[in-house]
């Protein structure tokens, strides 16, 4: 490892205690969660936050999650209602945020809210990002581990090579198991609302709370000002639900390669046809495929059940116009 970069280090104990101390002196520690490494900092300090949105060149105007170790510390942040006791039963520990009334007296600085009256809290199911929450002491405010609107990390090296020193600790718990992010759902209003399509499919929120509804009105987009339409985009262009991939283009393929397909190069989010198994593994193979020797990346067409439905968003994020 180059001495200028960022440590990268195993989450064993001591490393813990040194991680929840910088967490504590407002520095920033990179973690793995269940879904994708997050880039943390003391949720309890606006200077702290500020880093963070200094770190990704985020925009200001989009609120970061807040990770808790359970839905007692959640409870003290937010206010919980029937729905929100129940997918927090079912779901906590894993990818769901929910986005609910901050309470008033919680002690959460504002810029992580992005000044809305709302917070987004979830329980990471993740070993080392729970121990990281303990040895902290500190609700966590971590949006992804990666430059703002780029693509997501799912392993220790790809948070060091998008933030590199920007970071000061990067704590090594492999590559993520489940590889898109957290479902985020709204429960602010009467209609709960799925801002965010991710890590729990839509139809397994909707057997727990019923049905949810697709934010598309311009009056929904402020609340979730990080759907914007580019995100999660690699260098190359992207070409989805292609069959056929051109002759120069890399394919990332799904299931089974349609006959006479002759990509320069291929990779399969799962030969067997498996959407979760293609959900861990579309940011590492979207940036192994990131090569400026292929004119695009051509990607197979992927259902749009279960896991599905955030791969898609993603895939069509990362394919949407951009300036650069
Ligand atoms: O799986 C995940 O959720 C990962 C890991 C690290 O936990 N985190 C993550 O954070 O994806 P980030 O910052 O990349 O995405 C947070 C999303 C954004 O779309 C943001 O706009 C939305 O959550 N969000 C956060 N707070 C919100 C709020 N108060 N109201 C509405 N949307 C909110
Ligand atoms: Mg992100």
Request: glycine share 8%.
């Amino acid at each position: 490892m180059p001495p200028t970069g960022p440590r990268i280090v195993k989450p064993t104990p001591s490393a813990l205690a040194r991680a929840g101390a910088l967490i504590r002196a407002s520095r920033l520690v990179a973690f793995p969660t269940e879904t994708v490494y997050g880039l943390g900092a003391d949720a309890t300090s606006a200077a702290a936050v500020a880093a963070v949105y200094a770190a990704k060149a985020r925009a200001r105007s989009n609120p970061l999650i807040v990770h808790v170790p359970g839905a007692s510390a959640a409870r003290r942040l937010v206010a919980f209602d029937a729905r929100a006791r129940a997918l927090a039963r079912t779901f906590w520990p894993g990818p769901l945020t929910l986005v609910l009334k901050r309470r008033p007296d919680a002690p959460i600085p504002d810029l992580v809210s992005a000044g809305l009256d709302t917070l987004a809290v979830r329980v990471p199911d993740h070993p080392v990002a729970l121990a990281l929450l303990r040895r902290a002491g500190r609700p966590l405010a971590a949006p992804s581990a990666n430059r703002s609107g780029h693509v997501s990390p799912t392993t220790a090296a790809h948070v060091a090579r998008s933030l590199g020193r920007r970071v000061a600790l990067i704590l090594d718990g492999g590559p993520c198991r489940i590889g898109v992010e957290s479902s985020v759902v709204d429960l602010c209003g009467p209609q709960a609302a799925l801002l965010r399509p991710g890590g729990i499919p839509r139809e397994a929120i909707e057997a727990v709370i019923g049905r949810l509804s697709r934010p598309r009105s311009k009056a929904h987009r402020p609340r979730s000002p990080g759907q914007r339409p580019s995100h999660y985009a690699p260098r190359l262009e992207l070409r989805l639900a292609t069959r056929r991939p051109r002759a120069g283009e890399a394919y990332l393929a799904f299931g089974k390669v349609p006959a006479g397909a002759r990509p320069r190069a291929m990779l399969n989010l799962s030969p067997a046809g498996d959407l979760a198994e293609a959900a861990a593994n579309l940011f590492a193979m979207l940036r192994d495929l990131d090569h400026p020797r292929f004119t695009a990346i051509a990607v197979a067409p992927i259902p749009a059940h279960g896991l599905g439905l955030a791969i898609n968003d993603r895939l069509e994020r990362a394919a949407a116009p951009r300036r650069r």
